[in-house]
């Protein structure tokens, strides 16, 4: 059975970091692409970042550009996503997804796709 489970969510201060983990189970992590997604309260979910089954491709989504930095540990089955300079914008809900629409300028769930999880909570406030 396919599982992703999120976690690392917290809150913090503007310009403070957290690291998420995205852990999963029931398929080949090494041969799929993950991405990072986010649910502001009232805003539909947003695509945040996505790495391919090759390292070399990553993606961002604009306004996290140079503070945001998704890796894969294949071993440890997991997906991380560092976040530095977190800004009050940045607080959602934050959900991985297996096999996302990966592209640079393009980051959705793929159709149809509705194995979301429960998310971890990234609360940024002063």
């Known amino acids: 059975q396919v599982q992703l489970v999120e976690s690392g969510g917290g809150s913090v201060q503007p310009g403070e970091s957290l690291r998420l983990s995205c852990t999963t189970s029931?398929?080949?992590?090494?041969?799929?692409?993950i991405g990072w997604f986010r649910q502001a309260p009232g805003k539909e979910r947003e695509g945040v970042s996505c790495i391919n089954s090759s390292v070399r491709n990553t993606h961002y989504e604009g306004s996290v550009k140079d503070r945001f930095t998704i890796s894969r540990d294949n071993a440890k089955n997991t997906v991380y996503l560092q976040m530095n300079r977190l800004q009050v914008d940045d607080t959602a809900v934050y959900y991985c997804a297996l096999e996302p629409v990966c592209m640079e300028t393009r980051i959705t769930p793929r159709p149809g796709y509705n194995s979301w999880g429960q998310g971890t909570q990234v609360t940024v406030s002063s």
């Open positions: 029931g398929f080949s992590l090494a041969y799929s692409a």
